[in-house]
């Protein structure tokens, strides 16, 4: 499946530690901050590494499953142990076999479909600078950088992913170490998403198809996909933003949008209302699907 790209969302992001964080650097120094080179100084910073988050991601979307009563595989018993799985034989009929949550965040035995990026701050930090005494760095109040992509998505994926952030942002799940005691809450903020449809020559119709409406990867693939991913996958009216715009180039049909502050309300954040409406509208697909999962085969 990953070898060929059909739809692709990338979000750019930040997360703000809004109580104090801590994210254990690997080389057993349990008390300090993970840190890295940062991408733009060259100075070694502390960062939160792509796994972290995405643990963290993972861990909010089997709250989601389980409260919406659908397969959830679990750490001790993963998908990957399953008959089912093991027996599968190529991309397609794994896919079918994974519960849903390794369906979006992969398993031993699929890639995910959820890419993340490192994330760091906008200059680089010391992490020493953050130590508490003789305690574990910590950091809050401090906006950390990074990119998410979700490749050949399906529109419940959306949904399920607008409702993963919402648990977030409610520090309903945290990041990090010591969660029971209340570090690691988050917000994520959005700031600029665009939707890639490699591969895809779409005439003047469907160009705006394209630019008012979501297209899940059933869509682009058509009702007799191997996958059985959800077809049709377009919503029947518009989704996407007026200020959407279309653009090919270079095999790619691409879909940016970008939020203008209004006059009316300057002191908001007018990208991520704009981008988190998009997300949370396709809570319908993601309605629709979990009917479906539930309905006896
Ligand atoms: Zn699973």
């Not at 963290?56 to 799985?85: I, K, Y």
């Not at 990041?175 to 895809?200: E, F, K």
């Amino acid at each position: 499946m990953h070898r060929v790209t059909c739809n692709e969302m990338r979000l750019d992001f930040s997360v703000i530690p809004v109580s104090p964080l801590f994210i254990p650097g690997d080389q057993g120094e349990s008390r300090r901050f993970a840190r890295a080179v940062h991408p733009g100084s060259g100075q070694v910073s502390l960062y939160i590494p792509a796994s972290a988050l995405k643990g963290t991601l993972r861990r909010a979307a089997e709250d989601v499953l389980e409260g919406a009563g659908l397969d959830c595989c679990t750490r001790e018993n993963p998908c990957s142990a399953r008959d089912v799985v093991k027996s599968a034989r190529g991309a397609a009929e794994i896919y079918r076999a994974l519960c849903p949550a390794c369906r979006l965040f992969g398993s031993q035995a699929m890639r995910s479909h959820v890419i993340l990026t490192d994330a760091f701050p906008a200059e680089a930090v010391d992490p020493a600078a953050s130590r508490r005494n003789e305690g574990d760095e910590t950091v809050i109040d401090l906006p950390f950088y990074g990119t998410l992509s979700l490749r050949n998505f399906e529109r419940w994926q959306v949904g399920l992913f607008s409702l993963i952030m919402s648990r977030i942002n409610l520090a309903e799940v945290q990041l990090g170490a010591n969660r029971s005691a209340g570090m690691g809450c988050i917000t994520v903020r959005y700031s600029h998403v665009s939707l890639l449809y490699p591969g895809l020559e779409p005439n003047h119709k469907q160009q705006e198809l394209l630019r008012t409406r979501l297209h899940g990867v059933g869509q682009l693939m058509g009702s007799d996909n191997p996958y059985g991913f959800v077809y049709p996958d377009a919503a029947d009216t518009q989704d996407l933003p007026d200020s959407a715009e279309f653009d090919m180039g270079m095999g790619v049909s691409a879909v940016t949008i970008t939020a203008e502050a209004t006059d009316e309300e300057p002191d908001n954040d007018p990208a991520h209302s704009l981008i988190d409406n998009i997300l949370t509208s396709q809570a319908l697909a993601w309605g629709s699907y979990v009917r479906a999962q539930k309905v006896p085969r």
